[in-house]
């Protein structure tokens, strides 16, 4: 399996609800270019999450397997995987996930800690909250920011080591349609500017005009197209 930044072959999830088994994803096969920015929508419950998870090496599938960048991560040890991501894996959470007491400079730099980059860490931190436009609110706590002002930071903190994929559990969903749109607008940039793979979790209509392919979940079947 080549060639492809993700990909997918007979993935399925099954989880047990009491004495019975829930299939939420059904022999998923996808493959994604490298430099696309997709889109996976369908209804809640579909199993859309829950996908997006498995891609990410977050859940691990009942059964078939997932390559990133050419690397199998179903067949990964828990620190090899976890590594994996660290290098190459930005997420961005629907809820921001930002540390509640440390400023938008703080968030950043705390992840570049995380990463275990060294170096011009501040500096770094810095330019990409200007690349999304929060140059003037670096000292700024969660709490004192509008709900778009706290997805970019999410964005910047996705970007912190420049990972070569970027998933995204609906980014847009508590945004207006101006701040949803601009937060799209960025991801589609980076798509095209630095080949990055942008996946995006989303039943968000207003954002399809940006997005270089649409897959569908419906019921844990995917109709990619």
Do not use: C
Not at 21 to 46: A, P
């Amino acid at each position: 399996m080549t060639k492809y930044a993700i990909a997918a072959a007979q993935v399925d999830m099954t989880v047990k609800v009491g004495n019975q088994s829930l299939e939420i994803l059904k022999s998923i096969n996808w493959q994604i270019q490298q430099g696309d920015l997709q889109l996976l929508m369908g209804r809640s419950g579909s199993g859309k999450t829950t996908l997006l998870s498995v891609l990410a090496g977050l859940l691990t599938p009942t059964a078939g397997k997932v390559w990133l960048l050419d690397t199998e991560i179903t067949s990964l040890s828990r620190d090899r995987l976890a590594k994996f991501r660290r290098q190459h894996l930005g997420f961005i959470f629907q809820d921001f996930n930002l540390f509640p007491s440390l400023t938008a400079l703080e968030n950043l730099l705390t992840t570049f800690d995380l990463k275990g980059i060294k170096g011009k860490n501040a500096q770094g931190a810095t330019d990409l909250l200007s690349q999304v436009g929060l140059q003037d609110k670096l000292h700024q706590l969660p709490q004192q920011l509008s709900g778009g002002e706290k997805q970019r930071v999410a964005i910047a903190r996705a970007l912190v080591g420049n990972p070569q994929l970027i998933l995204a559990d609906e980014p847009t969903a508590s945004l207006d349609s101006q701040s949803g749109h601009g937060v799209m607008t960025i991801l589609a940039q980076l798509a095209k500017q630095h080949q990055t793979t942008v996946l995006i979790v989303t039943h968000d209509p207003r954002i399809t005009d940006l997005a270089d392919r649409i897959a569908y979940l419906e019921d844990g079947v995917l109709q990619a197209k």
